[in-house]
């Protein structure tokens, strides 16, 4: 079994809609919970981060995490064509090594 | 202003042939990283040094290795290149301490093994 599970998609919604990514995970040390964008031929770039449980919100995005039931979401609130992007959820329990989803790709329209 | 570089960004090799990968950071950063990207894996870590002297093996180290020359520069080896190396593959850095460390990655290589 993966580390980090997170569906693929690709993810395909109008401009304006909520988006929901997800991410579920085995590990119950990991206590810091991240989601970087990746744009085309370009590196991840980190987006937000959470540690332990809760919420955390920061302009249209907000993440949760769930520790009881080791799942983690981002929400895009009012979603935009330049968020279209690929999204990749990640975790570590102690900054040593990351775990990282295999990231779900995300095309607003227009 | 690229903080983490990577060379070459593109590279075409045959099976059998020995590569290298280059990063070099100017962040000052401590830990360093490859990982490869494939897809539907996602990324994957394949070595990790934590300072010039501390180099540990990730999850699929089998068929790769590294150097660390300096606190800023981090190589990617390939001995002897498979077909199935042929991936995109990041070097990342971080920070050591502090409340968070964001890894921060460079634009990538994508390497192609025929």
């Known amino acids: 079994q993966k580390e980090v599970e997170q569906d693929p998609g690709p993810l395909s919604v109008p401009e304006g809609a909520i988006v929901s990514l997800n991410c579920t995970y085995s590990?119950?040390?990991?206590?810091?919970f991240m989601w970087y964008r990746q744009y085309s031929r370009k590196g991840p770039e980190l987006l937000m981060y959470?540690?332990?449980?809760g919420n955390k919100e920061d302009g249209r995005f907000t993440a949760q995490v769930d520790k009881s039931s080791k799942y983690i979401s981002l929400f895009i609130r009012d979603s935009q064509p330049s968020d279209s992007a690929t999204y990749l959820c990640?975790?570590?329990?102690?900054?040593?090594?990351?775990?990282f989803g295999s990231g779900t790709k995300l095309n607003v329209k227009p | 202003d690229a903080d983490v570089t990577q060379t070459p960004r593109n590279r075409i090799t045959k099976t059998g042939k020995r590569i290298m990968l280059e990063c070099s950071q100017t962040?000052?950063?401590?830990?360093m990283y490859w990982y490869r990207q494939d897809p539907g894996l996602g990324l994957r870590l394949i070595y990790y040094?934590?300072?010039?002297?501390?180099?540990n093996k990730g999850e699929i180290s089998d068929g790769y290795s590294v150097s660390r020359q300096a606190q800023a520069k981090f190589s990617l080896s390939l001995e002897s290149a498979i077909p199935n190396q042929t991936a995109l593959y990041f070097c990342?850095?971080?920070?050591?301490?502090?409340?968070?460390?964001?890894?921060?990655f460079g634009p990538g290589t994508r390497l192609t093994v025929l």
């Open positions: 990342a850095t971080s920070e050591t301490g502090g409340a968070f460390n964001e890894q921060f």
């Open positions: 590990n119950s040390a990991f206590q810091y």
């Open positions: 959470t540690y332990s449980s």
């Open positions: 990640a975790m570590s329990a102690n900054f040593n090594k990351f775990y």
């Open positions: 962040k000052g950063h401590d830990r």
């Open positions: 040094s934590f300072d010039v002297k501390d180099i």
